[in-house]
């Protein structure tokens, strides 16, 4: 890979099978010539070195810069991947600080980018309007999660609306409504509203506003009605009107 960077080694030499050289040190570097590439080591994180790769020679480190970098947001139990310059690097979760460190050559810019959406639950997810930051030089640098509950709203039959969903941040008002009392279908057929329910509740009109404190199931009612026509040549037959299908 071009450009500059950062790598997690785990073993610093490799071609050897013996893992009793495969601490790194402080400084120590390697080139790929042919590939354009070099790096050097910078330093211990956790498990694994912080290895700083250029593609020029790292004769220095006076310019290196350090970003720290965090995501809030998000549970404690739930963790997103961090990507720098593309490469997948490590896993953090909120409250986890990050010390990338990155050589300061001439236009050296690194991006750092995280999941856009963590889907917990297939209702709950976890959304990030900026989810790739562009670094250039020593600062803290954070991504904001906000959660997000799905609102899934079913029309019976299924023919006068069908089904739809979207995802609203929690806290955030949504008005459904007012639904139509009476929907036409085909010829001679109409459907009229009986009722909505909210997480199996009825509602005591045709609209109702929700604020996403958690995912919410909204389901529309209709009873399918027939037009009923009455002819004769005789008399004045009763009986013509709508009637509610199985009646």
């Given amino acids: 890979k071009s450009g500059e960077g950062i790598v997690r080694v785990m073993d610093c030499h490799p071609k050897t099978k013996s893992i009793k050289d495969a601490a790194c040190k402080l400084n120590e570097s390697w080139s790929d010539t042919s590939s354009n590439i070099y790096m050097k080591v910078m330093g211990k994180e956790k498990t694994g070195y912080v290895v700083a790769f250029a593609s020029k020679p790292i004769t220095t480190t ?47 810019t690194h991006t750092v980018t995280v999941s856009q959406y963590i889907k917990t639950l297939e209702d709950i997810r976890y959304y990030a309007a900026e989810n790739s930051i562009a670094i250039a030089e020593d600062g803290t640098y954070t991504v904001e999660y906000v959660t997000q509950f799905l609102l899934l709203v079913e029309t019976e039959p299924p023919s006068v609306r069908g089904v739809s969903s979207a995802w609203f941040a929690a806290g955030q008002a949504e008005t459904l409504g007012p639904y139509e009392e009476i ?18 509740l009825m509602q005591g009109d045709r609209s109702v506003t929700l604020r996403m404190g958690q995912p919410h199931t909204v389901r529309v009612l209709y009873v399918t009605q027939y037009l009923l026509r009455v002819a004769s040549d005789f008399g004045d037959p009763k009986g013509e009107g709508w009637y509610t299908a199985g009646d």
Avoid: H
């Fill in 62 to 108: 006076e310019n290196a810069y350090t970003a720290e970098f965090s995501v809030t947001g998000l549970p404690s139990a739930v963790s997103v991947s961090v990507a720098v310059d593309g490469a997948e690097y490590t896993a953090i979760s909120s409250g986890d600080r990050l010390a990338l460190v990155f050589l300061g050559l001439e236009g050296s």
């Fill in 183 to 200: 929907v036409q279908g085909g010829i001679g057929t109409r459907y009229l509203f009986v009722k909505l329910l909210v997480d199996g």
